[in-house]
């Protein structure tokens, strides 16, 4: 398996939260970015977040304040191996599928299959 595995996804009513997971294939070594785009129906893919082995995060105008990326440091190593993106105070217009994404520092990319979030309002 390459892709990166989500998890997290569901229905949940306008307010709530969701909690998402992202574990990248053990098969891709030294990713140093990490993130979640979202694709609602008739629209294109978006940028949600990322965040960078270093900690730097990024986040689209549309979810500052209510959404965070981390990462997990358990393993306390260097590079990144899962992520999370919490989300809070969820509107209807966040309703998409969220993709994981994730890059090594050689250029190599691979997306997940994506999770499903729905917002009911």
């Known amino acids: 398996q390459v892709q990166p595995v989500e998890s997290g996804g569901g229905l949940v009513q306008a307010g709530g939260s969701l909690r998402l997971s992202c574990e990248a294939s053990r098969s891709i070594n030294n990713i140093n970015v990490m993130g979640w785009y979202r694709q609602a129906p008739g629209k294109q893919r978006e940028l949600v977040a990322t965040i960078t082995n270093s900690g730097y995060t990024n986040y689209a105008d549309s979810v500052k304040g209510r959404f965070t990326i981390s990462r997990d440091n358990a393993n306390n190593t260097v590079y990144l191996r899962t992520v999370y993106l919490q989300m809070n105070s969820l509107k209807p217009e966040d309703t998409a599928v969220y993709y994981c994404?994730?890059?090594?520092?050689?250029?190599?990319?691979?997306w997940g299959q994506g999770t499903q979030v729905t917002v009911s309002s």
């Open positions: 994404n994730a890059r090594n520092r050689y250029g190599g990319s691979t």
